[in-house]
């Protein structure tokens, strides 16, 4: 049996962080999604570590770290993990986050990309409108008073177990569930539930999805990207990896097969040779200041005008 990894914590601006950091080589951040923690990545974490430093931290609001009435937007959480790096004396990293998290790696990458060699987005929000209504309900006035009845203790234990035992079914619509409960039995902490509640608050109204990246999506010029889903995401559809592929003609676009949300925990070998093989066949991003410049000249023009790619080469020559 694989040991799990030891949790460490950091105490950054009066707030507990938990996380944990395995194996040696280039840095890999692995951001999970809401409503979960680190051990999210359990499939895949040791596996990585053989060739990389793998730093896979709970969010503020999630997992082991301390829950604040704070800010809890993908730019807070972005700070959060460039302060989390800069203690941790990791200078730059390719950013891995799934769902959620993917709108944090690409608010990091976007905030900070003298800091972020690669994008590995897997069934990240922010791609389109679409998103499950179960997350929309989130939002909802009653949530809170909902969720403290689910979570009562004997309740909490039909219901955790019923979500288990669907997810153990081998049903394809109920690949995810077991995930769920793990989300659900979370939810007993009221800062827990009041915590996703301000997440979801800021990401998603009753119409879905609000925050994009398809007005930035030209900047991925500059940087290698990698988008990875699953065909059987109930989630965010998969038919956004299509949507990010138009918006970022250059990123490699991975689906596989047989998958649901959580595809890292699904076909954890398929994920790390993908991962891999990105990693080892891509540069790492060089941040340029007049690079970015003329790419954030050239606004939405996708893929960048001729005139403007001579110009970034001038400037970086």
Not at 17 to 39: I, M, N, S
Not at 72 to 93: E, P, Q, W
Not at 220 to 228: F, L, N, Q, R
Not at 253 to 275: L, S, T, W
């Amino acid at each position: 049996m694989v040991k799990a990894p030891e949790v460490q914590y950091l105490t950054i601006h009066g707030h507990r962080r938990a996380f944990v950091k395995e194996g040696q080589g280039p840095a890999l951040l692995l951001l999970h999604g809401l409503g979960c923690d680190h051990t999210t990545w359990a499939p895949v974490i040791q596996t990585l570590a053989r060739r990389y430093t793998v730093i896979a931290p709970d969010l503020l609001g999630h997992g082991l770290s301390d829950k604040p009435r704070g800010d809890y937007s993908v730019g807070g959480y972005a700070n959060g993990m460039r302060d989390l790096l800069t203690v941790l004396g990791i200078d730059r990293v390719t950013v891995v986050g799934h769902s959620l998290g993917g709108g944090v790696a690409m608010q990091f990458a976007y905030q900070f990309p003298e800091r972020t060699e690669r994008m590995i987005l897997v069934a990240p929000g922010g791609m389109g409108p679409d998103v499950t209504p179960a997350i929309r309900a989130i939002s909802l006035p009653g949530f809170n008073a909902a969720m403290g009845l689910v979570t009562l203790p004997g309740v909490r234990h039909v219901t955790t177990g019923w979500l288990r035992t669907l997810a153990a079914s081998g049903l394809s619509a109920a690949r995810d569930l077991d995930e769920v409960a793990t989300i659900v039995d979370s939810f007993k902490d009221a800062k827990a539930r009041s915590a996703i509640r301000q997440v979801v608050s800021a990401l998603v109204d009753w119409r879905g999805q609000v925050v994009t990246m398809a007005d930035r999506a030209y900047l991925t010029e500059a940087m290698p990207m990698c988008v990875i889903w699953g065909t059987d995401d109930k989630v965010i559809p998969v038919r956004h990896a299509g949507l990010a592929a138009e918006m970022a003609p250059g990123a490699t676009v991975e689906v596989i097969a047989n998958a649901g949300h959580f595809p890292h925990k699904d076909h954890p070998q398929r994920f790390v040779k993908i991962v891999s093989d990105f990693i080892r066949t891509t540069q790492p991003a060089t941040y340029h200041r007049g690079r970015w410049r003329a790419l954030l000249k050239a606004g939405k023009q996708t893929p960048l005008p001729a005139e403007v790619s001579r110009l970034a080469a001038e400037e970086i020559a």
